[in-house]
């Protein structure tokens, strides 16, 4: 079982920038694919972002650029910098891991956090 608990949101200017936390319990942290998911009001959840036990790196095209995933498995951490948000990455995001397939090719992470609200204005 793995607990995660992000943290990070907040309200911001368009073109500013923001760093989403996600802590992970449990040993094996390492081992899972951690990604980064969002959901807008209205629309569906959506992937953001994921980074592999291998080191594998997939970003959504819409987030190319501009934002970067990154962990440090001797803390169970997994970070996103967000730079240059725009209005419409307003969003709840949400820490998830599982496996490279059911992270990023499937979209169906085994666990996910509770999210964090993140408001760009413009």
């Known amino acids: 079982q793995v607990q995660l608990v992000e943290s990070g949101g907040g309200l911001v200017q368009a073109g500013g920038s923001l760093r989403l936390s996600c802590a992970a319990s449990?040993?094996?942290?390492?081992?899972?694919?951690m990604g980064w998911f969002r959901q807008a009001p209205g629309k569906e959840r959506e992937f953001v972002a994921a980074t592999g036990s291998a080191g594998g790196i997939e970003y959504a095209e819409f987030v190319k650029g501009r934002f970067a995933v990154s962990r440090d498995n001797g803390k169970n951490m997994v970070y996103l910098q967000m730079n240059s948000l725009k209005p419409e990455d307003t969003a709840v995001y949400f820490c998830?891991?599982?496996?490279?397939?059911?992270?990023?090719?499937?979209?169906?992470?085994?666990?996910w956090g509770q999210g964090t609200q993140v408001t760009v204005s413009s």
């Open positions: 998830a891991a599982g496996s490279w397939r059911t992270v990023v090719v499937t979209t169906s992470p085994d666990y």
């Open positions: 449990g040993r094996t942290f390492s081992t899972y694919t």
